[in-house]
């Protein structure tokens, strides 16, 4: 079974960046498409970023396009979420996780899916 274990939150001010990381285990990774999701309070949870097995395509969610970069490290069974300008409406709990496009749908591997504890962004205004 997919272990994950995300790092990188904490509290940062308006405008500021962070970097997060996500370690993944159980599974072999360069065949695999990697995503990041978070859940903002008070609603579910949505697909941030994607990206392919290695590393050639990225795709972003409209709110975060231009702000964030996904990158992969498969040596390291490990992917990141470089996090700039951010707002408070990035305020939330960010996960990793694997899967695969149906469509336009991206799918996140098990039935049901694993997740990690994820890894909370505060940021303040």
């Known amino acids: 079974q997919v272990q994950l274990v995300e790092s990188g939150g904490g509290w940062v001010q308006a405008g500021g960046s962070l970097k997060l990381s996500c370690t993944i285990s159980g599974r072999p990774l360069n065949t695999t498409r990697l995503a990041w999701y978070r859940q903002l309070p008070g609603k579910q949870r949505e697909l941030v970023a994607t990206i392919s097995p290695l590393g050639f395509t990225t795709k972003y969610d409209d709110s975060v396009k231009g702000r964030f970069t996904i990158s992969r490290d498969n040596a390291k069974e490990t992917v990141y979420l470089q996090m700039n300008s951010l707002t408070p409406e990035d305020t939330g709990v960010y996960y990793c996780?694997?899967?695969?496009?149906?469509?336009?749908?991206?799918?996140?591997?098990?039935?049901?899916?694993?997740w990690g504890r994820g890894t909370q962004v505060t940021v303040s205004s």
């Open positions: 996780n694997t899967g695969y496009y149906s469509g336009t749908y991206f799918v996140v591997h098990g039935a049901p899916p694993s």
